[in-house]
């Protein structure tokens, strides 16, 4: 299923968004970036992890 805003919509109604703001290379960097710090932190959870991590996943790599 995707979910979201169509893509250039905020650029259209002239909002700031990351993409806007550090272009798509850097704003990919950053998204790797957090994604390795919520492993390291869902790494030392007790339990769920397994949840935890493919919801990371989907959230970096959902479509939309």
Known sequence: EIIGK???S?????KSSIVNI???QRAKEELLN?????????????SNRDFFFE???FLVNRNK
């Open 6 to 8: 169509p893509i250039g």
């Open 10 to 14: 905020d650029e259209k109604n002239k």
């Open 22 to 24: 550090l272009g798509i």
């Open 34 to 46: 957090y994604k390795k710090k919520a492993f390291d932190i869902i790494e030392k959870l007790p």
């Open 55 to 57: 919801f990371t996943e």
